[in-house]
């Protein structure tokens, strides 16, 4: 039987206080660092962890899911501008 457990973990944020999505607005540095510190230390039997981050959380969830990463030793990713994402100019 497989025992690898599986972390779901949701960064969410306050609806009504954002406006605009194409940056980060708040800073949540430290609050990345505990969730960071905390994932590191998880029992060896967690296999997965699957982190969703809404853009309320900090403006914008690419940079913060990237920067989630960087603080977990795995190598951050290249955000492509909305555009970009579709092959538009």
Do not use: C, K
């Amino acid at each position: 039987m497989d025992r690898s457990w599986l972390v779901y973990l949701r960064l969410l944020g306050d609806q009504s206080q954002q406006i605009s999505f194409d940056r980060v607005l708040h800073d949540v540095d430290e609050d990345l660092q505990r969730w960071s510190d905390w994932l590191a230390g998880l029992p060896t039997e967690v296999q997965t962890v699957l982190a969703f981050v809404n853009n309320h959380y900090s403006g914008h969830s690419p940079a913060t899911a990237s920067a989630l990463r960087r603080l977990l030793g795995m190598e951050g990713v290249q955000i492509p501008r909305q555009g970009e994402l579709f092959g538009s100019p």
